[in-house]
């Protein structure tokens, strides 16, 4: 067998396993699936938004590669501003976004994958595109889970500058349930970019109409914005939980933080014993408890949400008198609600134990399109704005709740990342659990209903034992039961390669996933 590819979409998995049919490695696998998904994926994935990518070589070295956005050098204005609220209605519940060219911070998306790519990768750039390039070029079926995103979010795929592109064959409606999505612009930007590589974004004519948007148009981007671009490459965070190493996504993310700091306070559960088998009652107090104690240690106690500016939560790791006053005091947390980003994830494993763990996301999108992608609106985007908006810090790398990881578990390894928002910390937390308290396979993992805690909501899936979801119920008087699982509880994507050499792919049927074992 030459791999396994889990990701938001089938054409996403399909493309990154061509890829490794063809001879390439786990990291031209993501690549070539994220270029892929930037197609089926629209809502989700675009050369406009950023992400990272947890990459683990063959041999054991973990790097981390952040390409997530970044703040305009010119600082905030409030005159002149492409930038206003527009109201998505959840069904549950009505939340507000803040979209137009205003909203757009420096998109990293392409340099992290020519980045990759150029350390990493082992065929050429033009194979690793031409999935997405004949994806565009002969169209996409949408499928329920991407129509319903754009539905979702009407209000951003309707502007003037996106409707052209996303309408559907019926009339007055976007993309429906087995319409044809052909995005030709797209084609001809991905084409330029394997011919004249990342460049041609950062510099050259793609860069130059993105910079003209947005100096037309009301945006804050220039020139030096997008030449001045830089994808980094981390150590990544490490973290030890039941004998198994977690490698994930360091600061100035907050998510790999954030997942590391809820196993480091479950460790004085003991989680799959008698007493605390899934689904108990103990179970889910511990798994809730954990999850407040992540929401006071992520708004630092005073609601600012500086999370990954002063390393609060690593020396809070490493300080037991810090830790056990964080479990004192979980019961105060009091946080406010989130946005719920667009996000996808994708993880592969290759036949040489070569992983990737992908992470990537456009915000809702700021409803300009350029070229057949939509620009991000993270400069719109609540929850990596936690000083408020036009509050932001000149030419600074944007935080993030992405947390692509990697478990090594005496020779199995596994890859996951989840899409989600603030529940992406929740999610992976539960699965991460799962795995290794108690005892399930992959695919149970990624299936086990899940719970999230915040501030003092809660919402649960439906599986729990009926006494469990009475008693969590009653604790929080804020809550509410889905009757299926759904993808507000996050979409977690994993690989898996056992200590023999199985090979496994789970994409998260929340959110419509796909697992491909080539």
């Not at 809502?43 to 973990?62: I, K, N, T």
């Not at 990737?356 to 990596?384: I, K, T, Y």
């Not at 090594?408 to 910390?425: K, Y």
């Amino acid at each position: 067998m030459k791999g396994a590819v889990a990701a938001g979409h089938r054409l996403t998995a399909g493309a990154a396993a061509e890829i490794l049919r063809a001879g390439g490695n786990a990291f031209d696998a993501a690549v070539g699936g994220f270029f892929a998904a930037c197609v089926a994926e629209p809502a989700l994935a675009s050369l406009g938004g950023g992400g990272y990518l947890l990459a683990r070589e063959r041999g054991g070295r973990a790097s981390v590669f952040d390409f997530f956005t970044h703040t305009p050098g010119a600082g905030p204005r409030s005159r002149d501003l492409d930038f206003y609220p527009v109201t998505v209605d959840f069904g549950a519940a009505r939340q507000v976004f803040h979209i137009g060219l205003g909203a757009c911070a420096a998109p990293g998306a392409v340099r992290g994958m020519f980045a990759v790519h150029r350390d990493l990768g082992k065929l050429p750039m033009n194979e690793l595109i031409r999935p997405a390039v004949e994806l565009a070029r002969g169209g996409v079926a949408v499928n329920r889970f991407q129509s319903y995103l754009l539905e979702l979010l009407a209000p951003i795929f309707r502007t003037e500058s996106a409707l052209p592109l996303y309408a559907g064959a019926a009339p007055d409606k976007l993309l429906q349930p087995g319409d044809v999505f052909h995005n030709p612009p797209l084609a001809d930007a991905l084409e330029a970019l394997a011919a004249e590589g990342d460049a041609l974004f950062y510099e050259g004519d793609l860069g130059k109409r993105i910079v003209r948007a947005c100096s037309d148009g009301g945006g804050y981007l220039t020139r030096d914005d997008l030449k001045n671009y830089r994808a980094y490459r981390r150590a990544p965070l490490l973290a030890d939980y039941r004998g198994r190493r977690l490698a994930t996504n360091p600061a100035p993310a907050a998510g790999g933080l954030l997942v590391a700091f809820g196993l480091e306070f479950l460790k004085t559960v003991e989680l799959g014993k008698r007493g605390f088998e899934f689904g108990s009652i103990a179970a889910v107090k511990a798994l809730s408890d954990a999850q407040l104690a992540t929401c006071r240690l992520r708004d630092g106690g005073d609601g600012d949400g500086n999370f990954g500016d002063d390393g609060e939560l690593d020396n809070a790791m490493r300080d037991p008198q810090r830790m056990q006053q964080y479990r004192e005091q979980y019961r105060r947390v009091q946080t406010r609600t989130h946005a719920r980003r667009g996000t996808t994830h994708i993880s592969v494993i290759d036949a040489a134990r070569n992983i990737a763990s992908l992470s990537v996301s456009n915000g809702e999108g700021c409803g300009r399109v350029v070229d057949g992608f939509m620009l991000n609106n993270m400069l719109g985007e609540e929850d990596v704005n936690p000083r408020g908006f036009h509050k932001w810090r000149p030419n600074q790398r944007m935080a993030s709740m992405m947390a692509p990881s990697v478990i090594a578990d005496r020779g199995a390894l596994t890859a996951l990342g989840s899409g989600g928002s603030n529940r992406i910390r929740s999610a992976l937390l539960q699965v991460i659990s799962n795995l290794a308290d108690f005892r399930m396979d992959a695919a149970a993992a990624v299936a086990a209903p899940r719970l999230h805690v915040e501030g003092a909501q809660l919402r649960m899936e439906a599986g729990f034992p009926a006494a469990t979801i009475n008693a969590a119920t009653r604790d929080l008087g804020d809550h509410r039961v889905f009757n299926e699982p759904h993808m507000f509880f996050g979409g977690v994507h994993l690989a898996q390669v056992t200590r023999h050499g199985k090979l496994s792919a789970i994409g998260d049927p929340r959110r419509d996933g796909a697992g491909v074992v080539v």
